[in-house]
Each structure stands twice: as C-alpha cells, then as structure tokens.
C-alpha cells in the first residue's frame, strides 16, 4: 500500500508539473503596438455629421413581402456619390438587384491588352449594408432622440442603424475618401459590397452581388463584414478590449411540429390530444439539447483569452485536456458563450385548439434553431424526427440556411485585419470568434477563399442591448477609429508595398 501511495502521489506531482509548465509555456494574450507612421486622425464630428444623414435617410427593410422604399434606397445612394466624391471619381459603380451597390476600386496591376489581373494577389471585398430594421410601433417615444434623427448628442451619434451597420458604411467610405483624395492607388482590386436586404437575408442584395461577381468569374482572396467587434467588459475576468475576429458564422432552421389526434368532446378524450403530442415532442427536443464541445476553434478561443488571466484560472484554460469538462460546465452557465459551443434549440411559437371544450385535431409549434458550423440544417432535421419517435408527428423544415464554412486563422486576411487591429487600438486581445447571427458574409462563400466578421467598434455591454433595440447609437470615437481602421487596413493589404 505505502509504494502504491508513493506511485500515485509522484503520478499526481509530475501531473501538476506537466501543467505549471504548459501554463508557464502559454504567452500573454494582449498585444501592443504603435500607431502606423502614416497615421493622422480623422475628425469624428465631420464624420458624425455625415453619419447623421445617412441615417435620416429611412432605409428599412420591414419584411420580404413588403417593396422596398425605392426612394430610400435611392437618396442613400445619391447621398454617397455627393459626400464622398473623390472615392467615386477613383471607383466604378453598379447598381445590383435595383437597390444594392458594387463598387470596384481598380488595381494597378492590369494586363494592358486585356484588362485581366495579373497580380498574384486576388482582389477583397469590404462588406456592409444599406438596410436597417424598423422601429417597433408604439416604442418611438422611448428614445432619447427620435430614431432617424440621426442627431448628435452627447459623444454618439444616435438613430436607428448607428451600430447596425451605417456606421460601419460611412467609416469605411471615410477612409476610402481619404485615400483616393491622396491619390492611393490600390496594387490589387478593392470591391465595396453594400446589399440592400441584409436584414431579410440577403438574397436579393448580396445574393444578387455574388451572383453578378460570379458570372464575371471575380474570385476574391478574402473579405470583411459586420459580426464581431472590439468587447470592453464583456468577456468576464478581462479587463482589456478583446478583439472578436469572427472566422464563421451560424446557420438557421426552423423546423414546423404538427401533431394529429382524434377529435371529439373534450368529456370524453382519448389518452391523448394533439396538443399533449405537441408538447411532448418540443420536450423531446429541449431536453436534449446538442451536446457542447471544446473544438479547436474554441481551444483557440480560450488559449487567446487565457494569457490575461490570473495564474489559477489560466493553467485551468491552458490544460483543457484535463480541464475541459469542468470549463464546459462554467461556459454553459452563460448563454452567450454555451450558444458558440453547439447548436441551440429554442421553441417559439405554439399553436393549438379552438374552444376549451373540443378537443383539438391538430396543433402546431416552431422550433428555431441556431446551426454551429459542425452540423447542417438535414441533420437538425433528422435529429428532431429521431427524438420524438412518434408518428403522429410531423416534422417540416420551414426555412432555413446552413452554417458558412470555415475561415482560416491564419490566412492573409486574418493576419491583416489581427495587425491593423493592433496597430491602432494597441493593448487589446485578440481571439478567434465565431458569430451567432446571420450576415451578408455567407452569400459569397463560393467565391472568396476566406470570409471574415469584424467591425472595428468598441462594444460595451450596453451596445450589445441597443443594437436592432432603443436608443441604438455608436459613439463618435468609435467612427474615427473604425474609419482610421479601414485606411490602415487597405493600405496594409492593397498598397503598393503589399
């Protein structure tokens, strides 16, 4: 007994050893660096007023059945070409799906007799959207400032569309005015992809967009869009800007139960009804929920945040081999952070019976569920029909999206857009992410070898509830970094030393 106590006890040491070393070995998480030489700062107030504008222009996209404002959609790109000259005399503009807008800033390395590119370098696109959601009725006089006032009051700019995603438009059109007012002139083809329908989907914006660059056989190196950003006071126990990178985006599907039984006089019914069929099958699924999983890609996520953290909490992060079950447990108590380890099953709508006496023939539930990029929406279904095991359920794909393939963290652009982040947000942390939420991004998957999700704001926890909700408004320094951002980034990626 005493050489068996001798064993485990230098086993348990040597396995203390193996992880102080592993954790010793795990580098800090955040990275300094200076601003680039070329660096000059933009004058948010300028850019705050010309925000102001775009978002008292009522682009709204209230549902696919409804015509969009073509007058909207047309004032906003009327406005563009009037404030942002220099960049549309150095780029060419089209019109796409009647409301969407391309844009292509030349490069220079241009077959003379045939117009091809001949650099090496394939072109990128920058990513954003002309369309904001509506105002729910009854709630405007819950604003502080009306939400398309676009008024500037107190450091921010406040409207509907501010975060989501005028704001991100205007600072990349800022940066691209600048530029070519200097005379830059890309290496390599720079595409400025604005849809019109994002909130709806897509399809008939960016949808429409990728078609149109795929039939003129345009492969893009990588592009950048919404989805993530800088998080300030959102990831527990760090107090640094953590810069989000996103690599991949969820799918969706809702799936329709529709449960029969036998009709009659509720006096009389039968061991069942429609409606405790119904509710046994949305049981079957919300008690078995997807199993959450530490991929690589949350490993990466992890190990990124764990440099920052105090010793204790990063040998747990640095040895998830051992740890991981015990993480889980922790991640899981928080929705945010369980809903990126699988996919999410979530009831919302139920529906069944006509008068409390009658028994019920039929009901009906939806169940919406968020797609991690390791399943698709077939097997969701199959999954569903497996768990409910009842015949006299019904289980129909009521729409749906898969989840984007997944981008490299390590490729040109994810190392680009980590270096620009650096460069001019300085002491942050960088992570790989993986977005929730849909975004124009998965329209052009087949024809970019990488898409990323990043919007170059800083985001506190109060952003995070404003956003599509009341009082949404984005801060003006947040615009002068995001616009200084976008120039940082195109001439890392496109100029001429590239």
Do not use: C
């Amino acid at each position: 007994m005493k050489n068996f106590l001798i064993v485990v006890i230098g086993g348990l040491a040597a396995l203390l050893l193996v992880m102080v070393a592993r954790t010793m070995l795990m580098g800090g998480g955040s990275v300094t660096a200076a601003a680039p030489a070329d660096f000059t700062a933009y004058d948010g107030e300028a850019i705050a007023a010309r925000l102001g504008t775009a978002i008292r222009i009522p682009t709204v996209s209230k549902s696919l059945e409804a015509t969009p404002d073509a007058q909207a959609f047309a004032g906003i790109a009327k406005f563009l070409s009037e404030a942002y000259p220099a960049a549309h005399a150095a780029m060419e503009r089209e019109i796409v799906g009647e409301y969407s807008l391309i844009y292509k800033w030349p490069g220079t390395n241009i077959g003379a007799d045939t117009g091809a590119n001949t650099s090496p370098q394939k072109p990128i696109g920058f990513i954003a959207h002309l369309d904001v959601v509506p105002v729910e009725t009854g709630t405007e006089d819950e604003w502080t400032r009306p939400p398309f006032s676009g008024a500037v009051h107190d450091g921010s700019v406040w409207g509907r569309g501010a975060l989501d995603n005028k704001g991100q438009l205007i600072a990349l059109m800022e940066a691209a005015e600048r530029l070519a007012s200097e005379g830059f002139a890309p290496a390599r083809d720079i595409y400025f992809l604005f849809g019109h329908d994002e909130e709806l989907g897509g399809d008939k914006g960016a949808g429409a967009i990728a078609a149109h660059l795929k039939a003129r056989s345009v492969s893009l190196a990588w592009t950048i869009d919404e989805g993530s950003g800088l998080a300030q006071g959102i990831v527990p126990g760090i107090e640094k800007p953590v810069a989000l990178i996103s690599t991949a985006e969820k799918g969706s599907v809702t799936l329709r139960f529709t449960a029969r039984g036998q009709g009659g006089h509720s006096s009389t019914p039968a061991p069942d009804t429609a409606v405790s069929i119904l509710a046994r099958a949305v049981l079957a699924v919300t008690d078995n929920p997807y199993p959450l999983k530490l991929d690589d890609n949350v490993i990466a996520f992890l190990h990124a945040l764990a440099g920052e953290m105090p010793f204790s909490r990063r040998l747990i992060m640095t040895n998830l081999w051992l740890t991981g079950p015990l993480v889980k447990g922790q991640l899981k108590s928080d929705a945010l952070t369980a809903a990126s380890l699988h996919t999410t099953t979530a009831p919302t709508i139920i529906k069944g019976g006509e008068k409390s006496n009658i028994l019920p023939q039929q009901a009906t539930a939806i169940v919406n569920y968020r797609i991690h990029p390791r399943d698709n929406v077939e097997a969701v279904r199959d999954r569903a029909v497996k768990l409910i095991n009842d015949d006299r359920v019904t289980v129909e794909i009521a729409g749906g999206r898969e989840p984007s393939p997944q981008s490299s963290a390590s490729g040109e652009g994810y190392r680009a857009i980590a270096a620009t982040t650096t460069a001019i947000f300085g002491d942050i942390v960088l992570a790989p992410a993986l977005t929730l939420q849909g975004t124009d991004s998965r329209h052009y998957a087949d024809i970019a070898d990488d898409n990323y999700r990043f919007t170059p704001f800083i985001y506190t926890p109060d952003d995070l509830q404003r956003i599509h909700g009341t009082d949404e408004r984005v801060k003006i320094e947040n615009l002068a970094g995001a616009a200084a951002w976008y120039e940082a980034l195109m001439r890392r990626t496109a100029g001429a030393a590239s």
